[in-house]
Nanobody
C-alpha cells in the first residue's frame, strides 16, 4: 500500500550529495522502524538504513560513513543524507514503514 511520500532524488556527479526525504501519514509511535531500501527494476530490495524513535540508526556496510538517516522535526518522516556518492549508488530508493511504501525516488550518480 503506497502511503509514504519520497522526494529528493536526482542526477549528481560522483562525490556529490543528495538528501532524500520520506514522509508518513502519522507520527512515529510504538518503536516502529522506518527503513530506506534501494532497488533496480526487476531486482529485490536491498537494505540501506533504518531508524526508530527507540533505537540507534542502522546502516548497510556499503554506506557507513557516507549516508546518515535522521528523523524530521515533525516526527513523521526521515531524511537520508547521502554524501560522497558513487556511481554504484545509482538506483531507485524507497522507504518502508509499518507495511506502507512510497513510489520511490531515483538517484543517478554519473559524470
Amino acid at each position: 500500500q503506497v502511503r509514504l511520500v519520497e522526494s529528493g532524488g536526482g542526477l549528481v556527479q560522483p562525490g556529490g550529495s543528495l538528501r532524500l526525504s520520506c514522509t508518513a501519514p502519522e507520527t512515529f509511535w510504538g518503536g516502529h522502524v522506518m527503513t530506506w531500501y534501494r532497488r533496480t527494476t526487476g531486482n529485490d530490495r536491498v537494505f540501506v538504513a533504518s531508524i526508530s524513535e527507540r533505537d540507534d540508526p542502522i546502516y548497510a556496510d556499503s554506506v557507513k560513513g557516507r549516508f546518515a538517516i535522521s528523523m524530521n522535526n515533525h516526527n513523521n518522516g526521515v531524511y537520508l543524507q547521502m554524501n560522497s556518492l558513487k556511481p554504484e549508488d545509482t538506483d531507485g530508493y524507497y522507504c518502508g514503514y509499518r507495511g506502507w511504501w512510497g513510489a520511490g525516488t531515483q538517484v543517478t550518480v554519473c559524470s
